[in-house]
């Protein structure tokens, strides 16, 4: 079993950059493949990044992709989302995931979720 914290979250304007962080307790974090989520008001849960138990494949949302990088430091527990050239439309609560596979594009799939952190973008 893992526990799962993020933190980073805040307020930015248009154009600018945040890294989210996802903490995981225990000693088994690299068997697990990690991955990040983000939930509007009113929407629901999607996809936005993936990577695997090693951090030597990544997957990401169409949305995403060119501006957002995800990476892992297995020996801190901890997983990255860099965040730059964030837009309006990426305001959303953040969630990190863990599943023992990797690279799931549903919420369904994923055994452990952190509480989530706010990520506010404004224009």
């Known amino acids: 079993q893992v526990q799962l914290g993020e933190s980073g979250g805040g307020l930015v304007q248009a154009g600018g950059s945040l890294r989210l962080s996802c903490a995981a307790s225990?000693?088994?974090?690299?068997?697990?493949?990690m991955g990040w989520f983000r939930q509007a008001p009113g929407k629901e849960r999607e996809f936005v990044a993936a990577?695997?138990?090693?951090?030597?494949?990544?997957r990401y949302a169409d949305s995403v992709k060119g501006r957002f990088t995800i990476s892992r430091a297995n020996a801190k527990n901890t997983v990255y989302l860099q965040m730059n050239s964030l837009k309006p439309e990426d305001t959303a609560v953040y969630y990190c995931?863990?599943?023992?596979?990797?690279?799931?594009?549903?919420?369904?799939?994923?055994?452990?979720w952190g509480q989530g952190t706010q990520v506010t973008v404004s224009s």
């Open positions: 990577i695997s138990w090693g951090g030597g494949s990544t």
């Open positions: 225990g000693r088994t974090f690299s068997s697990y493949g």
């Open positions: 995931a863990a599943d023992h596979l990797w690279g799931s594009t549903l919420a369904d799939e994923y055994d452990y």
